[in-house]
């Protein structure tokens, strides 16, 4: 999703793939990530609309579901302007829809109503975000903050937790690494394996210039999510590069391009990285390649071949014990 530096390897990418489709990544994860929040408070606000919404589980080919549940909806708003989860219900699903000028007039008018409502705050302030009115956004978020951070529950709010992650990531594009770290921080708290958060994190650690750190973040955020998201590998490469350690760059930018639908390439750099300073993570990119791709006996071989590297390696370890082999196994034979 940034610009990554050229390095020395002949068969790197000078700028790796950014146009449409790291543009789409990040609007995908944006969006899903509001509604990992909002589509809990789409099930609540449908239910609270009326049972009678989905008593007909017919199907018509047009309009679509999502039409026809903006409809049911719109038409319960109608019947009850007061009525708070059908507003709320109205708002996720235009924001769904993709329109979010009228996303954010219910939004409006359920706080409104309702001037504590968070979920309202957090479909707004997304919103705000969405079109760079930082400001806007920060107040809506530090509104939930200020509210659900002495709760019963504060320790397990999702939606504290996401308007802790908002902050976050708006410190960020202010370029304040230190108050993002602290927000952050206490997003994490509450969601320890949250890897967009642990994202944001790093992107905070290498704008105060700790690359070897940040590096670490980025390797425990795609952890979780090792493949499909090619954003933590091209901050990966960024860092690299300002390391000086361009084979480790050039790994990062292999999997950028396995990520960016170019396993050829990506296979042809990573192998041609495996005898070199970046020999390990070559490897163990090579693995996963190939036990995506459901090609175990290579899979086995290079997780084999990491090990030998590095007997104790976290991730060789957990590919073959995916894969049904035990790491002491002798190949083949040692399949469970």
Same mark, same amino acid.
């Given at each position: 999703?940034?610009?990554?530096?050229?390095?020395?390897?002949?068969?790197?990418?000078?700028?790796?793939?950014?146009?449409?489709?790291?543009?789409?990544?990040?609007?995908?994860?944006?969006?899903?990530?509001?509604?990992?929040?909002?589509?809990?408070?789409?099930?609540?606000?449908?239910?609270?609309?009326?049972?009678?919404?989905?008593?007909?589980?017919?199907?018509?080919?047009?309009?679509?579901?999502?039409?026809?549940?903006?409809?049911?909806?719109?038409?319960?708003?109608?019947?009850?302007?007061?009525?708070?989860?059908?507003?709320?219900?109205?708002?996720?699903?235009?924001?769904?829809?993709?329109?979010?000028?009228?996303?954010?007039?219910?939004?409006?008018?359920?706080?409104?109503?309702?001037? +504590?409502?968070?979920?309202?705050?957090?479909g707004k302030g997304y919103i705000l975000l969405q079109r760079s009115d930082l400001a806007g956004?920060?107040?809506?978020?530090?509104?939930?903050?200020?509210?659900?951070?002495?709760?019963?529950?504060?320790?397990?709010?999702?939606?504290?937790?996401?308007?802790?992650?908002?902050?976050?990531?708006?410190?960020?594009?202010?370029?304040?690494?230190?108050?993002?770290?602290?927000?952050?921080?206490?997003?994490?708290?509450?969601?320890?394996?949250?890897?967009?958060?642990?994202?944001?994190?790093?992107?905070?650690?290498?704008?105060?210039?700790?690359?070897?750190?940040?590096?670490?973040?980025?390797?425990?955020?795609?952890?979780f999510v090792p493949t499909g998201w090619c954003t933590p590998y091209a901050q990966m490469a960024?860092?690299?590069?300002?390391?000086?350690?361009?084979?480790?760059?050039?790994?990062?930018?292999?999997?950028?391009?396995?990520?960016?639908?170019?396993?050829?390439?990506?296979?042809?750099?990573?192998?041609?990285?495996?005898?070199?300073?970046?020999?390990?993570?070559?490897?163990?990119?090579?693995?996963?390649?190939?036990?995506?791709?459901?090609?175990?006996?290579?899979?086995?071989?290079?997780?084999?071949?990491?090990?030998?590297?590095?007997?104790?390696?976290?991730?060789?370890?957990?590919?073959?014990?995916?894969? +049904?082999?035990?790491?002491?196994?002798?190949?083949?034979? +040692?399949?469970?």
């Open positions: 999703m940034r610009t990554m530096n050229e390095t020395s390897t002949p068969v790197l990418l000078a700028e790796p793939p950014q146009a449409e489709a790291p543009a789409a990544e990040k609007a995908d994860r944006a969006l899903g990530r509001f509604l990992k929040v909002g589509v809990v408070v789409l099930a609540l606000a449908l239910a609270g609309v009326g049972v009678l919404y989905f008593l007909d589980q017919r199907a018509p080919a047009a309009p679509s579901i999502v039409d026809q549940q903006i409809a049911r909806a719109e038409d319960a708003v109608r019947q009850a302007p007061n009525n708070v989860p059908a507003r709320l219900a109205l708002g996720v699903l235009y924001q769904d829809k993709n329109r979010p000028d009228d996303a954010l007039a219910q939004y409006g008018e359920v706080l409104k109503v309702a001037p +504590g409502n968070t979920d309202a705050r957090l956004a920060t107040a809506e978020y530090v509104a939930i903050t200020g509210t659900n951070r002495t709760g019963e529950f504060a320790g397990a709010d999702t939606r504290l937790e996401a308007a802790y992650y908002y902050l976050g990531v708006i410190a960020v594009q202010q370029q304040q690494p230190a108050k993002a770290l602290d927000q952050l921080g206490l997003a994490l708290r509450i969601s320890p394996t949250d890897s967009d958060a642990l994202y944001q994190v790093a992107l905070a650690q290498a704008q105060l210039n700790k690359h070897a750190v940040a590096i670490a973040t980025l390797r425990k955020a795609l952890s960024t860092s690299f590069t300002a390391l000086g350690q361009p084979e480790e760059a050039s790994y990062s930018q292999a999997m950028l391009l396995y990520c960016s639908h170019k396993p050829t390439e990506a296979k042809t750099q990573l192998e041609g990285l495996a005898g070199g300073p970046a020999g390990l993570d070559a490897m163990l990119g090579l693995g996963l390649i190939a036990q995506v791709d459901k090609d175990t006996d290579a899979a086995i071989g290079w997780y084999r071949k990491a090990l030998a590297k590095d007997p104790k390696n976290i991730t060789a370890m957990s590919g073959l014990a995916a894969l +049904g082999v035990a790491p002491d196994s002798a190949g083949p034979k +040692g399949k469970k």
